[in-house]
Antibody, heavy 118, light 107 residues
Framework: QLQLQESGPGLVKPSETLSLTCTVSGGSISSSSYYWGWIRQPPGKGLEWIGS???????YYNPSLKSRVTISVDTSKNQFSLKLSSVTAADTAVYYC??????????WGQGTLVTVSS | DIQMTQSPSSLSASVGDRVTITCRASQSISSYLNWYQQKPGKAPKLLIY???SLQSGVPSRFSGSGSGTDFTLTISSLQPEDFATYYC?????????FGQGTKVEIK
């Protein structure tokens, strides 16, 4: 059964870089049928797509975050990662990783809370 | 980017009521529309994908319809466990966008 698990620090200082990893189990990240993405949700607010990546490394970013976001994939570890630089309190959110599947709909991880605070 | 407009933003309903939530896309997205249910402190749960396909394990009282730009999520008979926030999401583009959410509250 497919599982996506987010991991990384739960607390990041302002101006530093937020780094998260999504580990995929029960399926291969190298499949050309899917793409992989990050979504976030600030406390009490709605969902915001951050960016997506194909296993080949092609990336797509939310224009509002593009200057600060890097998403990468490590096929040898079956993982993909998110880096968000120069964070502020506005970046405090639950961060979700997900698999995009045009045929059967997205599959999400359970999410991880990242708080930006000194 | 594709804008998703969801309505209403909130509604109050009673157990047993029929509930309808709508979602409109700023351009045609064919049937690439997904619906989620989210309860406090939990990840969004996929209910409907491809506009009208019921995700495995989701009760049949949930249904989705529409194509192009206009979509609907219907709960045929609201149950106590259905009080939650519902989101639509387009996956026509790899650059996903979401509706603002509809909070379904107890009347």
């Amino acid at each position: 059964q497919l599982q996506l698990q987010e991991s990384g620090p739960g607390l990041v200082k302002p101006s530093e870089t937020l780094s998260l990893t999504c580990t995929v189990s029960g399926g291969s990240i190298s499949s050309s049928s899917y793409y992989w993405g990050w979504i976030r949700q600030p406390p009490g607010k709605g969902l915001e797509w951050i960016g997506s990546i194909y296993y080949s490394g092609s990336t797509y970013y939310n224009p509002s975050l593009k200057s600060r976001v890097t998403i990468s994939v490590d096929t040898s570890k079956n993982q993909f990662s998110l880096k968000l630089s120069s964070v502020t309190a506005a970046d405090t959110a639950v961060y979700y990783c997900a698999r995009g599947d045009p045929l059967t709909g997205p599959y999400w991880g359970q999410g991880t809370l990242v708080t930006v605070s000194s | 980017d594709i804008q998703m407009t969801q309505s209403p933003s909130s509604l109050s309903a009673s157990v047993g009521d029929r509930v309808t939530i709508t979602c409109r896309a700023s351009q045609s997205i064919s049937s690439y529309l997904n619906w989620y249910q989210q309860k406090p402190g939990k990840a969004p749960k996929l209910l409907i994908y491809a506009a009208s396909s019921l995700q495995s394990g989701v009760p049949s009282r949930f249904s989705g319809s529409g194509s192009g730009t206009d979509f609907t999520l219907t709960i045929s008979s609201l149950q106590p466990e259905d009080f939650a926030t519902y989101y639509c999401q387009q996956s026509y583009s790899i650059e996903w966008t979401f509706g603002q959410g509809t909070k379904v509250e107890i009347k």
